[in-house]
């Protein structure tokens, strides 16, 4: 790759990136948090920015398509990471929203609109409880599903489980002709670059 097509790339990509990485900042405008709980942070914004982009971007139509029988759907892999959201803060204490039930969650809405939104406010959910938790907070000891962790093990859960079902969310807008929001954006920059660079 000579070195124009390189800078184009890197640019299209950082244009594209900074604002997934960028929209985790907490309210008001304060500097986001230091240490681990701001990597935690930074990373799990990108994840929701880009599974709430392709939450938009499938059609209704295909939000209870399967690749087979037996697997989550993309709108039960919404559901199922906001459940995750709501529901693994609860092993430290954390208070889920009003009648919500770890079990049926996952499966209790299935209009676009009204998933969009549960995703959302359980990335809110969540990251609050991250952002309100103390150093002294992520050192108390956890057992999730039969394994023991901390508080900060458990929130490390949290950001790998999203990244894991935004990879699943990406093949199946794939394997249903959606491009992801920000390849798109960026392939659309790259093109614009290389046309801007040939003039």
Do not use: C
Not at 5 to 24: G, N, Q
Not at 42 to 69: Q, R, V
């Amino acid at each position: 790759m000579n070195r124009t097509m390189r800078f184009l790339a890197v640019a299209a990509l950082l244009a594209t990136a900074a604002p997934a990485l960028a929209h985790d900042g907490e309210a008001g405008g304060a500097a986001p948090a230091a240490g681990v709980k701001g990597d935690l942070l930074m990373w799990i914004g990108d994840a929701e920015g880009k599974l709430i982009e392709l939450a938009e971007a499938m059609p209704e139509g295909k939000y209870s398509w399967t690749p087979d029988k037996g697997v989550r759907s993309p709108g039960e892999v919404f559901m199922h990471v906001a459940a995750a959201n709501y529901g693994i803060p609860t092993f430290w204490g954390v208070a889920p929203p009003a009648g919500y039930d770890f079990n049926t969650y996952e499966k209790s809405l299935t209009k676009k609109a009204d998933i969009q939104k549960a995703l959302k406010d359980s990335f809110v959910h969540m990251k609050a409880a991250l952002s309100a938790a103390s150093d002294e907070d992520f050192e108390k000891p956890v057992e999730l599903f039969g394994m023991k962790t901390t508080v900060r093990g458990a929130y490390m859960l949290l950001l790998a489980h999203a990244h894991e079902h935004l990879g699943q969310s990406i093949a199946y807008a794939r394997m249903n002709k959606v491009a992801p929001p920000w390849t798109a954006r960026q392939q659309a920059e790259a093109a614009k670059m290389k046309e801007k660079g040939g003039k």
